[in-house]
T-cell receptor, first 114, second 115 residues
Framework: AQSVTQLGSHVSVSEGALVLLRCNYS??????LFWYVQYPNQGLQLLLK??????LVKGINGFEAEFKKSETSFHLTKPSAHMSDAAEYFC????????????FGAGTRLAVHP | EAGVTQFPSHSVIEKGQTVTLRCDPI?????LYWYRRVMGKEIKFLLH????????ESGMPNNRFLAERTGGTYSTLKVQPAELEDSGVYFC?????????????FGQGTRLTVV
């Protein structure tokens, strides 16, 4: 069975600092991996996705994530945090052939301080 | 183009009452998904429609939940009778096809509170 673990339900960084949100997955086959973001009072928005092409994936708003099969990880990073990055971030996985049924992690709430 | 729209945005009902949530997917999206997030926990899959047919309803909690998608357009999710543990945020998503990796577009969610 597939599962997703996001380490840290809350992460706090200073504006301009590196953002690192951790995601580890468990899957019997290499999955498709996603990061979604939810800004206050909005729906989930796709940040980026990995679908077995390049292992380093670039997304919107300066975010990127690297798929590491050996570590079963898909951590999300951004070199310099902005106040507008404050939101909740969700890592999710789909098994290839799994009809787009997303399995989510518990989410990480990112706070950005001046 | 309009995104995925969900109604209502908030609903507060008493235990034992009935509530119906509605989702309007993006026009032309045959695939429609319902998810739920109970307070403090992960977002969990409820079911998947392909047009008007239920492709996968393995995530539906019990028979108090009934989902329909009339004519393959909008979908409703009815909870009857509602229980306290049904409180949470219900998300709807749609996608153009069901291949893994296709982006699913999410609505803003309906926050359901059962008191």
């Amino acid at each position: 069975a597939q599962s997703v673990t996001q380490l840290g339900s809350h992460v706090s960084v200073s504006e301009g600092a590196l953002v690192l949100l951790r995601c580890n997955y468990s899957s019997s086959v290499p999955p498709y991996l996603f990061w979604y973001v939810q800004y206050p009072n909005q729906g989930l928005q796709l940040l980026l996705k990995y679908t077995s092409a390049a292992t380093l994936v670039k997304g919107i708003n300066g975010f990127e994530a690297e798929f590491k099969k050996s570590e079963t990880s898909f951590h999300l990073t951004k070199p310099s945090a902005h106040m507008s990055d404050a939101a909740e971030y969700f890592c999710a996985v789909i098994r290839p052939g799994g009809y787009n049924k997303l399995i989510f992690g518990a989410g990480t709430r990112l706070a950005v301080h001046p | 183009e309009a995104g995925v729209t969900q109604f209502p945005s908030h609903s507060v009902i008493e235990k034992g009452q009935t509530v119906t949530l509605r989702c309007d997917p993006i026009s032309g999206h045959d695939n429609l998904y319902w998810y739920r997030r109970v307070m403090g926990k992960e977002i969990k899959f409820l079911l998947h429609f392909v047009k008007e047919s239920k492709q996968d309803e393995s995530g539906m909690p019990n028979n108090r939940f009934l989902a329909e998608r009339t004519g393959g357009t909008y979908s409703t999710l009815k909870v009857q009778p509602a229980e306290l543990e049904d409180s949470g945020v219900y998300f709807c998503a749609s996608s153009q096809d069901r291949q893994g990796g296709t982006e699913a577009f999410f609505g803003q969610g309906t926050r359901l509170t059962v008191v």
